[in-house]
Nanobody, 121 residues
């Protein structure tokens, strides 16, 4: 059974910083792309940042220059460093990962349970 467990959400003032982490555990044979999504109340879930197994990254426009996604392949862990936070960053943040679940390379997509990030003005 594979699980993605997120840590690091919380309440922060505007202009502050938070770091989210997400660790994959279980019967894992590695991971391909890993990503962070977020969903604000009344809005659709949106991609915030994504990183491939080779380290290539892409960000939504609102995150560029403020957020940094990184990963530790040995630990199957992905991080999201968030700086200069704004009230509009308030949302539930979800980890997403494409996990290799067999030694032959079969993959499956998994989601974390979500962690709340609240930015006060």
């Amino acid at each position: 059974q594979v699980q993605l467990v997120e840590f690091g959400g919380g309440l922060v003032q505007a202009g502050g910083s938070l770091t989210l982490s997400c660790a994959a555990s279980g019967s894992i044979f590695g991971s391909n792309a890993m990503a962070w999504y977020r969903q604000a109340p009344g809005k659709q879930r949106e991609l915030v940042a994504r990183i491939t197994s080779g380290g290539s990254t892409n960000y939504t426009d609102s995150a560029k220059g403020r957020f940094t996604i990184s990963r530790d392949n040995a630990k199957n862990t992905v991080y999201l460093q968030m700086n200069s936070l704004k009230p509009e960053d308030t949302a539930v943040y979800y980890c997403n990962a494409d996990i290799r679940i067999t030694v032959w390379g079969r993959t499956r997509e998994f989601w974390g349970q979500g962690t709340q990030v609240t930015v006060s003005s």
